[in-house]
Structure formats: C-alpha cells, structure tokens
C-alpha cells in the first residue's frame, strides 16, 4: 500500500487546514487508519484514528475538539480536518494504514506509512 499526504502549509494561529490521504494501486478499506506528527527535534506522535469502517475514532488529547479524521473508501482517501491551529501543532505530519486491530497509538503498530506534509502555524 502506497500513501500519499497532501494539504499542508502556512497558516496564521486560529486558521484550518484539511490534510488528505489517498493510495494508489490496493484499496484502504480493510485498513485502519491514523495520523501522525512529528515537530522539529522530537519523536513522532499519535494525533488520531479511525477504524477501517469509520466507526470508531480515536484523539490525542492535545488534539480533541479541534481536529477531525474521517474517511471516505469509496474514494480509498482519509482526511484530517484541522481547525484552530496553534504553533505547537507546526509539524510533518503523517498519515498511516494498519491491518491489526483498531486502537494503537504506537507508530510500531502501523505497517504502510506516506510520505509526510508539512503543516506550519504561525503566531
């Protein structure tokens, strides 16, 4: 499974960004989904999921109530909606796919990984 993030850039505190997901060649229906970010000079952390038939999603806290994963298969594509922006959300961030099951927060547990679009919020 290839995947490939897009949507990212510059944006002012307070703005909204929607990252995609989309893959080439197999279908992400069976898949897991989840998103990543990783800011300069840290590890890579769990922003969010969502289960293989969007029934279930899951947020990191710093992220809940302002961020939104959704998906759509029909057109095998995920989505991250990001509203209210802050700096400390300026970071690649990167969309994953997992077969297993649904709610792991650990980049281990994922096993197809894209590329990584850069989100900057300025102050």
């Known amino acids: 499974v290839q995947l490939q993030a897009s949507g990212g850039g510059l944006v002012q505190a307070g703005e909204s960004l929607r990252l995609s997901c989309a893959t080439s060649?197999?279908?992400?229906?069976?898949?897991?989904m989840g998103w990543f970010r990783q800011a300069p000079g840290k590890e890579r952390e769990f922003v969010a999921a969502?289960?293989?038939?969007?029934?279930?999603?899951m947020y990191a806290e710093s992220v809940k109530g302002r961020f939104t994963i959704s998906r759509d298969n029909a057109e095998n594509t995920g989505y991250l909606q990001m509203n209210s922006l802050k700096p400390e959300d300026t970071a690649v961030y990167y969309c994953?796919?997992?077969?297993?099951?649904?709610?792991?927060?650990?980049?281990?547990?994922?096993?197809?990984w894209g590329q990584g679009t850069l989100v900057t919020v300025s102050s």
């Open positions: 994953a796919a997992d077969l297993g099951l649904f709610g792991s927060v650990a980049t281990g547990s994922y096993d197809y």
């Open positions: 060649g197999r279908t992400l229906r069976s898949y897991n």
């Open positions: 969502i289960s293989s038939s969007g029934g279930l999603k």
